[in-house]
């Protein structure tokens, strides 16, 4: 038998589209041979589709989608998930569920059991969890499917989450092929961890595992397709593309002919991620182009280089908006930078606005000493300018900046943060150099240019103002951060790793005060395993522990 893996792009909630797309892929599949294909978790809906979920018109459309695909199961049969609703009178309203269609019907079903319900999950708000699933003949073949989570029963977090396991279970039960559906977002080099527990199940019940993953960004989750195939010692036998629209053909009876490209890592994999969630998100949010404030800095830089590349350079408008206090460097960098990319660049004074509020507000600072109020000032007449640019011309405004300032609040409301997504926000500043280093790497010359990458960062808000002088170098800051924010070990821990304790004192107060402003802003493109975003549920108003 031959099946295909196919890694769609929806958009959620647009079933319609969807449905084509799901429709494109089964022709496609049909013409190279297949006997089956296999489409990922919620793939007619898209997921996550969070509170759409509650909306008993969209669980009807989905279902009616589900209908129509049937229909066109003669010559090749679909596996795909879908919104099934709990027609039992108590429970969450559906169940997450993978439905094998074939010769114009429904012919079985599994339902998903194990819902996560941490980082960016909350399946249990909205899906009921399901008792032991079925295994089925098909085609001479005994089925074994599982949804997503279903794959980890093993120790994460430090201690099992489930019960059950439902790999287990299926094996048991006489399955000869696992088959996992899948809506895994992206982060940093996951995918070797995917392929870690997927060949642990393979290994231990001696068991073929096909494993299907959507595509695309949706929000600030980032998939990255990754279809694959483990073979029942649990070799990595073959592998879809990451972050590109793939169809991954697997012959049960050769399995070590499977195609097997290469996975991007490193700053390689977030650089593949950024664009296509860049890219994705201005199209399914109705975005043709975008502007940028460029500072001169290297994170406006890459930022604008990752638009140029994901868009088109004719889509992006760089602005720079010198101060008194800018370089001269400052707007010839970004200058030689539009010009390296081929954007348009507007230069915009700010000084005269500056001065303007300075007079406004003379009288009422009078006795005061300058300090950060005046430096933001600055930061918020920059925000002005791009954010009316923005609404004049339909542009989405991106912001520049990354993981490391965003933590610690090296960032000013309203200003530097004002726009509709934080491309790099999950992008520690140490990985911003790396990736400026890739994206030259990847054209063979300097597109973001040598002086951006090797001077030393400013905000350029005081005379001789440096980062270093109010924050501990980026290599010591991202160190602390991966340890408190992703590993969250405490105090004491990253103390005993060798850290300065006056140091991590610094920067975990800074992260803890700056929790009001991180509230406040553009949603971020996920790439770490642990995001300032949604996933990440902490209090404004609180005083924890170290």
């Not at 977090?157 to 048991?172: H, M, N």
């Not at 070990?489 to 929790?515: A, F, H, M, P, Y």
Request: net charge negative; charged share 25%.
């Amino acid at each position: 038998m031959k099946i295909a893996l196919a890694q769609p792009n929806p958009t959620i909630g647009d079933i319609d589209n969807n449905t084509v797309e799901i429709e494109r892929n089964i022709a496609r599949a049909r013409d190279a041979g297949a006997d089956l294909i296999v489409f990922p978790e919620q793939a007619i809906l898209g997921y996550p589709a969070k509170d759409l979920l509650l909306r008993r018109e969209i669980i009807t459309r989905n279902v009616n989608a589900l209908q129509r695909l049937a229909k066109q199961t003669n010559e090749i049969a679909v596996l795909v998930g879908y919104a099934e609703p709990n027609e039992k009178p108590h429970g969450r309203p559906v169940f997450n569920t993978a439905a094998l269609l074939t010769e114009g019907r429904i012919v079985a079903q599994w339902r998903k059991r194990l819902l996560p319900t941490y980082d960016v999950f909350d399946e249990a708000r909205y899906f009921e969890p399901a008792g032991p699933q079925p295994v089925i003949d098909f085609r001479g073949r005994r089925l074994g499917v599982t949804i997503c989570e279903d794959l980890l029963s093993e120790e994460m977090f430090g201690r099992p989450l489930y019960s059950c396991d439902p790999v287990a279970e299926l094996a048991a039960d006489g399955a000869d092929l696992l088959i996992n559906i899948s809506a895994s977002p992206y982060f940093l080099d996951k995918h070797a961890w995917r392929i870690e527990q997927m060949a642990a199940h393979a290994r231990r019940h001696k068991l073929p595992l096909l494993y299907a993953n959507q595509l695309g960004g949706n929000d600030e989750l980032l998939f990255d397709g990754a279809c694959c195939v483990l073979d029942q010692q649990g070799c990595h036998a073959g592998q879809a593309k990451s972050f590109d629209d793939d169809l991954l053909l697997v012959d049960l009876d050769d399995l070590a002919a499977t195609r097997r490209e290469p996975i991007p890592t490193g700053p390689a994999g977030i650089h593949d991620a950024l664009i296509m969630g860049l890219r994705d998100y201005l199209r399914k949010c109705g975005f043709s182009s975008a502007v940028i404030g460029l500072s001169g800095g290297i994170d406006s830089a890459v930022v604008a280089a990752l638009a140029a590349e994901a868009l088109g350079a004719d889509k992006v408008h760089g602005v720079a908006m010198p101060s008194r206090y800018s370089s001269d460097h400052s707007v010839a960098d970004a200058k030689t930078l539009a010009e390296n990319l081929g954007i348009k660049l507007s230069i915009v004074e700010i000084e005269p606005m500056h001065a303007a509020f300075e007079r406004a507000l003379a009288a009422h600072f009078e006795g005061t000493e300058l300090g950060v109020t005046e430096e933001n000032i600055q930061a918020r007449c920059r925000g002005v300018i791009l954010m009316a640019l923005s609404n004049k011309f339909g542009s989405i405004l991106l912001t520049t900046g990354n993981k490391s300032e965003v933590a610690v609040g090296y960032c000013t409301l309203y200003g530097d943060m004002a726009g509709g997504l934080a491309v790099i926000s999950d992008v520690p500043k140490t990985m911003v150099y790396a990736l400026a280093r890739h994206i030259n790497e990847r054209v063979g010359h300097d597109l973001i240019p040598e002086n951006t990458i090797i001077k030393p960062p400013s905000a350029e808000l005081a005379p001789e103002q440096f980062d270093q002088q109010s924050l501990p170098p980026y290599e010591d800051l991202d160190a602390i951060l991966e340890q408190y924010e992703e590993r969250m070990l405490s105090r004491e821990k990253i103390i005993q790793l060798g850290r300065d304790e006056k140091t991590i004192d610094d920067v975990i107060r800074k992260i803890r005060i700056s929790e009001y402003k991180r509230q406040q802003a553009a949603p971020g493109l996920k790439v770490t395993s642990r995001a300032f975003g949604f996933g990440r549920r902490m209090p404004i108003a609180a005083r924890p522990p170290s």
